[in-house]
T-cell receptor, first 113, second 109 residues
Framework: DGGITQSPKYLFRKEGQNVTLSCEQNLNHDAMYWYRQDPGQGLRLIYYSQIVNDFQKGDIAEGYSVSREKKESFPLTVTSAQKNPTAFYLC????????????FGPGTRLTVT | GQSLEQPSEVTAVEGAIVQINCTYQTSGFYGLSWYQQHDGGAPTFLSYNALDGLEETGRFSSFLSRSDSYGYLLLQELQMKDSASYFCASQTGANNLFFGTGTRLTVIP
């Protein structure tokens, strides 16, 4: 079955630690995206990538970093510089020509204390 | 700047019809998408309008008026499983989406 996987589903970290969230897709999509969702809020774009070895900042990139070394993988690192890292993180992918139709992974709920 | 406005909550009766509105102010507008998200789950794509008019997909329809910067999602024959949050999202530029804050739909018996 094609799809997007994110792991882990729940993640707990101490303040001051960097943490990397995994996102893998086997849909053969060129474009991948990372969003943050806070309770009762919409999705805010952190980073996106249209092609391997290239990525662009979204609306709230500060305190985050990404890499895109393989088409299938787009990991997100939440650094200690991110002031409010506790949130629900969603990864998505799409074909390049249709960014309006994104396929989402199940999400990772990160709690930093 | 960009903004999308949609009602925060809507309640409707099972079997009825409900309309969720979305007004937008964006630059470089390509089209309007709609997504459904159940509590704790991943958003799923419902529909997309690039041109004015109505798009129908089963019980769900979506409408766009570019001249009014306005769109809506219409859900017919409501079922309990339709209780979820619904997000409009504008495609602003060739590469990504800007999401609204969502409308929480509660379907009551």
């Amino acid at each position: 079955d094609g799809g997007i996987t994110q792991s882990p589903k729940y993640l707990f970290r101490k303040e001051g630690q960097n943490v990397t969230l995994s996102c893998e897709q086997n849909l053969n999509h060129d474009a991948m995206y990372w969003y943050r969702q806070d309770p009762g809020q919409g999705l805010r774009l952190i980073y996106y990538s249209q092609i391997v070895n290239d990525f662009q900042k979204g609306d709230i990139a500060e305190g985050y970093s990404v890499s895109r070394e393989k088409k299938e993988s787009f990991p997100l690192t939440v650094t200690s510089a991110q002031k409010n890292p506790t949130a629900f993180y969603l990864c998505a992918s799409s074909i390049s020509e249709a960014p309006h139709e994104q396929y989402f992974g199940p999400g990772t709920r990160l709690t930093v204390t | 700047g960009q903004s999308l406005e949609q009602p925060s909550e809507v309640t409707a009766v099972e079997g009825a019809i409900v309309q969720i509105n979305c007004t937008y102010q964006t630059s470089g507008f390509y089209g309007l998408s709609w997504y459904q998200q159940h509590d704790g789950g991943a958003p799923t794509f419902l529909s997309y309008n690039a041109l004015d008019g109505l798009e129908e997909t089963g019980r769900f329809s979506s409408f766009l008026s570019r001249s009014d910067s306005y769109g809506y999602l219409l859900l017919q024959e409501l079922q309990m499983k339709d209780s979820a949050s619904y997000f409009c999202a504008s495609q602003t530029g060739a590469n990504n989406l800007f999401f609204g804050t969502g409308t929480r739909l509660t379907v009551i018996p």
